[in-house]
């Protein structure tokens, strides 16, 4: 536990995408601090989930059609998830070349709180962290075309 | 006015606290890599208080649910009974823990939640012993039909009859089959009027609840529950809902607690607590994150559970306030709850001299620096106590009520 709440920030470089990290004390912030300045999607979800399991293969056609968007998965289950099941329905989702994070261990509201204090583990949640730091909140299922109209306009050039 | 006497009682255990860590030398050791049977082990521990004052235990250890009593206070407890069988999955979510009941001819009765297929549908199962814990019945399905069940709730009636209510899939499956919506699942409910030898067929109760929240029971009269739930109300809003039993078999209708306006096609995993006072009076505590209102709220009822007051938030809401348990007693009611303010979890408590009119303010009576089970406020004699099973200090058993 020790090693990787120590774990560099290089851990969340592209380089690594497809590998399932362990999400700890302090991923969140490195999370947060890889991606600054540039938009980044955090959707936090769960195999023991219904609505999280239907919208995670739209996350995944979204991936496809747009293989730069900056997606970011944390699997945040309310019951701990293994994560070769996490592994495996990310894959079947399409998202196995996303950036994929799981909560490690059973004290998550230590992680949660981290993320925000409020939080009390309801999933689906999706962050939207514009390249200007601004949050946008969306509490169950997310809409790909709104996802979609969000990546763009965040990539327009002329967008301060 | 009322804080010294939680002080005093929290003086007393303190002996208490000496005695669990001797007793539990192993709960330092994290959880999950606990191998061994004991209640250091436990991440779920569910108490009951038997009519000759024993406490028993129902507790959880990975894919295993364990009874054991103690007949002093919790410092020591008998040698762990296994009541699962080998091989199963047990529910583990947020809001899954066993049920366990003692009947007043000192049958013990459990309850629990397995996970019994890939898409992880659920089954309940019950069983009970009859030599005072040493043997348990073979774990027998709470209803005929499997479909998908979860959050047992169990209670005594006056005449000794059992009550248990569950989520339940059935009928979803049916209206999928077709082609039909369905949001959530239906409340199912079914009597047992042997001692738990068996229960009735399952009714619905109603359709279209939250699936993934724990239900809470409590009894307005003989063969009247009370039942209060996550709903589903138009076809996302998750907020909560009461209804009154007419009789043992008639379900009544359906009344909204509170309009906090949750509207979210998610799984909150976080259920609500009840409490019916002897004078009537209903009690409910509950979290929301709805756009009227965030947070962990309390409200109360005068005319059985038809309208409630005002929501009144409670504990501090940057600190994550949830996993409310009201219980009431000799007029007083005490609400306990946990926070969480980055590095410590605690307990809140708070009382109410006069069934839910005023408060005192709130106050931490246990903290931990790991993880924590829910905090549950349980009833012996004219006794509170709250139990709490934390993963670094272990079992916790402390007096609420110290009656001069």
């Not at chain 1, 997606?71 to 950036?99: R, W």
């Not at chain 1, 994070?101 to 009390?120: A, H, N, T």
């Not at chain 1, 997310?142 to 990539?155: K, L, Q, R, V, Y």
């Not at chain 2, 069988?85 to 809001?95: E, F, I, K, Y």
């Amino acid at each position: 536990m020790a090693i990787l709440a120590a774990a560099p920030l290089i851990l969340v470089s592209a380089a690594n995408a497809g590998e399932l990290k362990s999400f700890v004390r302090g991923s969140w912030r490195s999370i947060v601090e890889a991606h600054a300045g540039r938009p980044v999607i955090i959707h936090f979800w769960g195999l023991t989930c219904g609505p999280c399991r239907v919208e995670l293969p739209a996350w995944g056609k979204l991936f496809a059609e747009k293989p730069d968007l900056p997606l970011v998965t944390v699997n945040a289950d309310m019951v701990q998830d293994a994560p070769e099941d996490a592994q495996e329905f990310l894959s079947k989702s399409g998202l196995s070349n996303a950036e994929n994070w799981i909560f490690d261990g059973s004290f998550v509201e230590r992680l949660r709180y981290e993320i925000d204090p409020k939080w009390q583990g309801e999933i689906p949640v999706t962050l939207l962290i514009g390249r200007d730091g601004v949050k946008r909140r969306i509490e169950g299922s997310a809409s790909m075309p709104e996802i979609s109209t969000w990546f763009d306009e965040e990539h327009k050039p002329t967008k301060k | 006015m009322l804080w010294p006497v939680f002080i005093a009682a929290l003086a007393v255990f303190a002996a208490s606290d000496a005695a669990l860590a001797e007793m539990s030398h192993e709960h330092h050791q994290a959880r999950e890599t606990c191998a061994g049977l004991s209640l250091a082990c436990a991440g779920t521990v569910s108490p009951a208080f038997a009519p000759d004052g024993a406490l028993w235990i129902a507790a959880r250890v990975n894919n295993q649910i364990f009874v054991a009593k103690s007949v002093d206070h919790g410092r020591s407890f008998t040698q762990p009974v296994v009541i699962t069988p080998n091989s199963v999955t047990l529910d583990r979510g947020a809001d899954a823990r066993p049920k366990i009941l003692i009947d007043r001819g000192g049958r013990v009765i459990v309850a629990y939640a397995t996970v019994r297929d890939e898409k992880r549908n659920g089954q309940l199962f019950y069983t009970r012993s009859t030599d005072g814990g040493k043997t348990f019945a073979p774990p027998q399905s709470i209803t005929a039909d499997i479909e998908s069940q979860r959050f047992i709730a169990m209670a005594i009636d006056s005449d000794g009859s059992i009550f248990s209510a569950w989520i339940d899939k059935r009928n979803r499956a049916i209206a999928r089959e077709k082609g039909e919506n369905y949001a959530g699942a239906g409340l199912a409910f079914a009597w047992s009027r042997d001692h738990a030898v068996s229960f009735s067929d399952a009714s619905i109760a109603h359709e279209g609840t939250c699936e993934c929240c724990r239900i809470a029971v409590a009894f307005a009269g003989r063969g009247c529950p009370v039942l209060l739930f996550r709903n589903i109300f138009d076809t996302s809003v998750r907020d909560h809902a009461i209804m009154t039993f007419e009789r043992p078999d008639k379900p009544g209708s359906v009344n909204r607690v509170s309009d906090d306006d949750w509207a979210i096609d998610a799984c909150p995993h976080h259920g609500p607590s009840l409490a019916v006072a002897r004078d009537g009076t209903y009690h409910a505590a509950w979290f929301t994150a709805g756009r009227i209102r965030k947070g962990l709220f309390y409200a109360r009822s005068i005319n059985g559970g038809r309208s409630f007051s005002e929501p009144v938030a409670i504990g501090d809401p940057d600190h994550a306030p949830g996993r409310p348990d009201l219980l009431g007693i000799d007029g007083k009611l005490y609400l306990a709850w946990k926070e969480f303010d980055g590095d410590h979890t605690s307990v809140m408590t708070m009382v109410s001299p006069d069934n839910g009119k005023h408060w005192s303010s709130a106050k931490a009576i246990a903290t931990t620096t790991e993880d924590s089970d829910h905090p549950i406020l349980e009833r012996q004699g004219r006794h509170i106590f709250l139990s709490w099973q934390t993963q670094k200090e272990g079992y916790r058993l402390l007096n609420l009520k110290n009656p001069s």
